[in-house]
């Protein structure tokens, strides 16, 4: 069975000015694109972003995928964190954002999933929106009116996540079901990006950029040119054609929001209060 989603996409990551190493992982082949952005230092970090990726990727060159299949490799993926040994990563967690090729009655959907800080965007008819909703101390804040938004780019606070995979964390993953249209632009992205750009300066990029690798290794390299304070990782991913309920395609897009149905110098971190045990 075909795809509902024709996709092309690019991928960029970077260990940022200021680290040793690249904690970020992701993944980007049909139909996952996801990125994970470990925490919990001296390498910890980086082996259960990878771990948490390794999961999903014996899911990758399916036509699509189910809530259920993704909520199924999340469990397989919290269990592999957690069983992580002493001195090989046991203690740390990672964030987990990005979208899945769905299939809902013949029509082709983005299935979002966010865990955490790391974000997922969608330029889609001339708007680019934020998915995802940070799940971090500063964004309850913002969100209880105790903050402004320009305030908390700002605050010291603003790597402190309430959600995450492992690091002590049982939270929920936040998941969006968004019907697809030729033309859209996804980007999934690490802190380490849209910590150092604007999102009007990542909205000029993602328009100015055809080519989704080529918009990814810019974002990049514009968040290194701004500091590199943290790792730095971008996914872009174009829909070129949709699968209508008829079966057949929206018409062909050369490029690329909506409401969830539900509802640098410090490292990312859970939040002590949901970190009992985890590491920072």
Do not use: K
């Amino acid at each position: 069975m075909s795809a509902p989603i024709t996709i092309v996409a690019g991928s960029a990551t970077d260990t940022g000015l200021r680290r040793r190493i690249n904690e970020d992982s992701h993944l980007a082949a049909s139909p996952l694109f996801l990125v994970a952005d470990g925490m919990g230092g001296h390498q910890a970090g980086e082996v259960a972003s990878a771990a948490v990726i390794a999961e999903f990727t014996t899911l990758v060159g399916r036509p699509s995928l189910t809530v259920d299949d993704v909520q199924a490799a999340l469990r397989r993926a919290r269990r592999r964190v957690e069983a992580l040994p002493a001195g090989a990563g046991a203690g740390a967690g990672t964030t987990l954002s990005g979208v899945v090729v769905a299939d809902v009655e013949g029509e082709g959907y983005w299935l979002a999933i966010n865990l955490g800080d790391s974000r997922t965007y969608r330029l889609s008819d001339g708007e680019l929106e934020q998915i995802s909703v940070d799940h971090s101390v500063v964004q309850e804040l913002v969100d209880n009116g105790l903050l402004d938004r320009d305030a908390a780019s700002r605050d010291a606070r603003r790597n402190v996540i309430t959600r995450a995979i492992g690091a002590g964390s049982d939270g929920e993953p936040d998941f969006w079901l968004l019907p697809a249209e030729a033309g859209d632009r996804i980007l999934v992205c690490s802190d380490g990006l849209s910590g150092e750009l604007a999102e009007a300066r990542i909205d000029a990029v993602l328009r100015s950029e055809a080519d989704p690798q080529a918009a990814a290794t810019r974002l990049v390299h514009e968040a290194m040119l701004h500091g590199g304070r943290d790792n730095i990782t971008a996914i872009v991913v174009d829909a070129t054609g949709v699968r209508s309920r008829a079966g057949g395609a929206d018409a062909s897009h050369d490029t690329a929001g909506s409401a969830p149905d539900d509802e640098f110098d410090a490292d990312t971190r859970p939040r002590a209060t949901q970190a009992a045990g985890g590491g920072s």
